[in-house]
């Protein structure tokens, strides 16, 4: 809800147009860094050898720790320092099209400049909020990232009361950054007290001369790439977005926040869940039990993102009014965002997908598989982009990333360790599921077309509560039993 707050804040005070292009693409560069090199690398090297440093003494975790801060801390003051040194170039490379709008492109490469401080403070945050979740401490470390959302929002109301008074709109979104750049200060202030009680300092020390670093790097770089590989598909289509009209960056943006809402609360979170469970069944050589988790993951995944992704096509349009149609945000930019949704939603289930199943391969010791792919999704991408963004648009690029996300889900499935868990579902499962969407679906766009002429908040109110009572109504009806493993056996 925080998230939501900040981005309908932001477009309320600043538009859906140039100001937040120019944000929008500078974060852009700021997300890819993040996840790869800080949450990536984190979660996929730094954090399982950390374990296993404990595992033979404390004081063996604390060594460690020490040599892997330095490295985050030092390899993120570099990638800062020259990103704020070569702004100009790295807006060039990754927003050509701002080129065209010499004020858009300075005003980027301002903002750019001064969001690469956050980069090196969230990344230390992501590392520390790893360690005390090693240490058996989750509730200030889940807690400290909305330090970022709560920046931006007293930031916004601030702009929105009498504190932006005779401020040009380029200074003001200038303020922003900044107020982003200072909340991952406060993220890890927050979280540097605790740390140093869980035996953790800051003291430097050589990470090259650690062996166990040096062997959560190998694994970290392929692995980190592949867990970004949402953030690489959108960062391709800012690239591409930025020769469109003003607000296209924008539009893509929040169209994504939307998609995420699904992906990152049922898929990601399944495969956070499963992946533990799938690492130890690989590690005894169990391939049964292997498949047969992965598989009611699947059938888990499905029961709640075919009917998202139906629903949020049908519903493009008022969501997309009700979210963000406020303040300086106009109701074309709420068409923009819609046609965007609606063509990303085509995509939603490979998305989920993809995440479950490069999350599977880690579990079963397979880095390169996940990697591959994600490869070949970002040059499929890139590929469909240029003549689907001619065609269409914004809407153009949306469809790129849907389709180059199916096809990477496609390859997904037919990978050695995730084929015989997918296919154990039955093919009935997935067209009952379908069905039942398809009903869902229908309600709402009648619902939609019925009440057209009333605030699409009402349209939103009905359709989606009562979307939901359709779908698992359908469901019972189809005898779909699965359907238990949301409902917890009382439907």
């Not at 996300?405 to 496609?410: D, I, R």
């Amino acid at each position: 809800m925080l998230g939501y707050a900040r981005d309908a804040g932001l477009v309320a005070v600043f538009g859906g147009g140039a100001l937040t292009d120019a944000y929008y693409a500078a974060f852009r560069i700021l997300n890819v860094f993040r996840r790869t090199v800080g949450e990536g690398a984190v979660n996929a090297g730094f954090i399982p050898a950390l374990e296993k440093e404990k595992a033979v003494s404390s004081a063996h975790g604390a060594v460690f720790f020490s040599a892997a801060w330095t490295l985050v801390f030092f390899v993120s003051l570099a990638l800062a320092s020259l990103g704020a040194i070569f702004r100009h170039d790295l807006v060039r490379l990754t927003s050509y099209g701002f080129t065209a709008r010499p004020e858009q492109f300075l005003l980027t490469a301002a903002v750019t400049a001064i969001l690469m401080p956050h980069l090196i403070f969230v990344n230390v945050s992501a590392l520390f909020q790893s360690a005390l979740n090693a240490a058996g401490k989750f509730f200030l470390p889940a807690l400290a990232p909305a330090a970022f959302s709560l920046s931006i929002i007293a930031y916004l109301l601030f702009m929105a009361g009498s504190g932006g008074a005779g401020l040009a709109d380029n200074v003001k979104i200038m303020g922003l950054a900044g107020a982003a750049s200072l909340s991952g200060l406060i993220q890890v202030l927050i979280l540097l007290p605790m740390l140093k009680k869980a035996g953790y300092g800051l003291a430097l020390s050589n990470p090259f001369k650690n062996a166990a670093v040096s062997r959560s790097l190998l694994l970290a770089a392929p692995a980190a790439a592949a867990m970004a590989q949402d953030q690489i598909a959108l960062f391709v289509n800012t690239m591409f977005a930025s020769f469109l009209e003003p607000g296209s960056i924008t539009a893509i943006y929040n169209a994504a926040r939307v998609i995420q809402f699904p992906v990152s609360l049922f898929a990601a979170a399944a495969a956070s869940v499963t992946l533990p469970e799938l690492s130890r069944h690989s590690a005894d050589n169990e391939p049964e039990r292997f498949g047969a988790v992965l598989g009611g993951a699947f059938k888990t995944t499905a029961l709640i993102i075919i009917p998202a992704a139906l629903g949020l096509m049908a519903l493009s349009l008022p969501i997309c009014r009700t979210l963000f149609e406020h303040g300086r945000f106009t109701r074309e930019q709420s068409g923009l965002t819609a046609g965007v949704l609606f063509y990303l939603s085509l995509g939603l289930a490979g998305f989920g997908v993809n995440k479950l199943a490069a999350s599977a391969c880690y579990g079963a010791g397979d880095v390169k598989t996940p990697v591959k792919i994600v490869l070949f999704q970002t040059a499929l991408n890139a590929a469909l982009c240029f003549p689907l963004m001619r065609a269409m648009g914004a809407e153009g690029l949306a469809l790129a990333t849907a389709l180059s996300s199916l096809a990477a889900a496609a390859l997904f499935i037919r990978a050695a360790k995730i084929r015989g868990a997918f296919y154990r579902v039955e093919p009935g499962f997935y067209l009952k599921t379908l069905a039942a969407s398809a009903l869902m679906c229908a309600f709402c766009l009648g619902a939609t077309r019925l009440l057209s002429d009333v605030h699409p908040a009402y349209t939103v109110a009905l359709a989606v509560p009562g979307g939901i009572a359709i779908y698992f109504g359908a469901l019972k009806i189809l005898r779909l039993e699965e359907r238990k493993l949301l409902t917890g056996g009382r439907f």
